[in-house]
Nanobody, 120 residues
C-alpha cells in the first residue's frame, strides 16, 4: 500500500507563512502522478487548493492564487505547498493527494492530513 505523509502544519498569525510537505513512499513511482493539495475547513466540504501535473503544470483555486505555490521534487518523492499571506479563512485540515489515470485503473492515494490554523 502506497503512503503519503504530510508535515508542516501548525498555528500561524494572519499574514504569516507556512510550508507544507508531503512525502510519498519510495515504491510509488511518484513522478507519474498528478499531485494535489486539498483542504477541508471546519464544517465545510473538502476543496482543491492546488495541483501540479507530472509535467509540472500548476493550477490553483482562485482563493489562493498569488499567495500559495505548489512545487514538486521528483528526486525526493515530495510535493510542497508554500503558503504566504495567510488569512483566517485558510484555516483547515490540508490533505495531500496523488492521482493517476492509467489505462485500466485509476489510482488515488491520500495522506492523513495536517492542521493549519490561522489566528491571532
Amino acid at each position: 500500500q502506497e503512503r503519503l505523509v504530510e508535515s508542516g502544519g501548525g498555528l500561524v498569525q494572519p499574514g504569516g507563512s507556512l510550508k507544507l510537505s508531503c512525502a510519498a513512499s519510495r515504491t510509488m513511482n511518484f513522478e507519474v502522478y498528478t499531485m494535489n493539495w486539498y483542504r477541508q475547513p471546519p464544517g465545510k466540504q473538502r476543496e482543491l487548493v492546488a495541483r501540479i501535473s507530472r509535467g509540472k503544470r500548476r493550477d490553483y483555486a482562485d482563493s489562493v492564487k498569488g499567495r500559495f505555490t505548489i512545487s514538486r521534487d521528483n528526486d525526493k518523492d515530495t510535493v510542497y505547498l508554500q503558503m504566504n499571506s495567510l488569512k483566517p479563512e485558510d484555516t483547515a485540515v490540508y490533505y495531500c493527494n496523488a492521482h493517476l489515470d492509467a489505462a485500466l485503473q485509476t489510482y488515488d492515494y491520500w495522506g492523513q492530513g495536517t492542521q493549519v490554523t490561522v489566528s491571532s
